[in-house]
């Protein structure tokens, strides 16, 4: 089901972040306002350490700016403690990494319900989801096998599904592609395209794949910390 009323789901207000390298400062933000709406399929681009990653992890709670600050939902990241903040996280963001960043000792099945575990989803719902999540990204009938039994590709896709799994309102995505070959990701990227038009799930990518690029309805690059462009197509 296609969203039609746009929601802020991240809202960025002078966000800077300076880091200690041996005694010098280094700004890896430096001074980032972004509004980004709900049903958004955007990439983050630009050169190796123009912030990119560090963008990610700010908007997702996973570090703090030293300036400024993050609204995500509506609510002010800065504002909420460590368990707190760890459970809204937990139900608002779905992550992707390039790594795939499965648990090695559990099933298809086990990686994808995890968030869900967690939350305090009853067994039989987990399981439905699971089934309904994985047939939709591909999967049908690998819930039993471990991770090290996959083609990166179907890994990659396990992670989508795990991401997705738990209906967050937002999918962060670092460099989902890179170690995949071309063709595997440019089906991924289809399928979540399809799955952005399908349920306006948000999904945001930091990328340096001129594929995730082309298929950005919206493109920021950064430069030197700083918004440099912000194209939407």
Same mark, same amino acid.
């Given at each position: ?57 700010? =908007?997702?709670?996973? $570090?703090? !700016? /030293? ?6 939902? *509506?609510?002010? @990241?800065? +504002? %909420? ?88 309102? =937002?999918?962060?995505? $670092?460099? !989902? /592609? ?6 595997? *990701?440019?089906? @991924?990227? +289809? %399928? ?42």
């Amino acid at each position: 089901m296609e969203q039609t009323q746009k929601t802020d789901v991240i809202v960025t207000e002078s966000v800077m972040k300076v880091y200690d390298a041996d005694g010098i400062p280094v700004n890896a933000l430096n001074g980032v306002d972004l509004t980004i709406q709900s049903g958004e399929f955007t990439a983050i681009v630009g050169p190796s350490g123009s912030g990119k990653t560090t963008f990610l992890n700010i =908007i997702s709670g996973l $570090d703090a !700016p /030293t300036e400024g600050k993050v609204w995500l939902s *509506g609510k002010v @990241l800065s +504002e %909420m403690g460590g368990n707190e903040l760890s459970d809204f996280r937990r139900d608002n963001i779905g992550f992707i990494f390039q790594a795939y960043n499965l648990i090695p000792v559990l099933t298809v099945e086990e990686n994808v319900e995890y968030i869900m575990l967690l939350a305090g989803v009853p067994k039989t719902e987990r399981h439905d989801r699971v089934v309904a999540m994985l047939e939709t990204v591909g999967l049908k009938d690998v819930e039993d096998r471990l991770p090290t039994q996959l083609s990166g590709g179907q890994q990659q896709r396990v992670a989508i599904a795990r991401a997705m799994v738990s209906e967050p309102a =937002i999918i962060l995505a $670092d460099e !989902p /592609t890179a170690n995949l070959d071309s063709k595997t *990701g440019a089906d @991924l990227l +289809e %399928m979540m395209r399809h799955l952005n038009d399908e349920t306006g799930m948000t999904f945001i990518f930091s990328t340096h794949d001129p594929m995730v690029m082309e298929s950005a309805k919206r493109l920021i690059t950064l430069r030197d910390g700083k918004v440099d462009t912000d194209e939407t197509k």
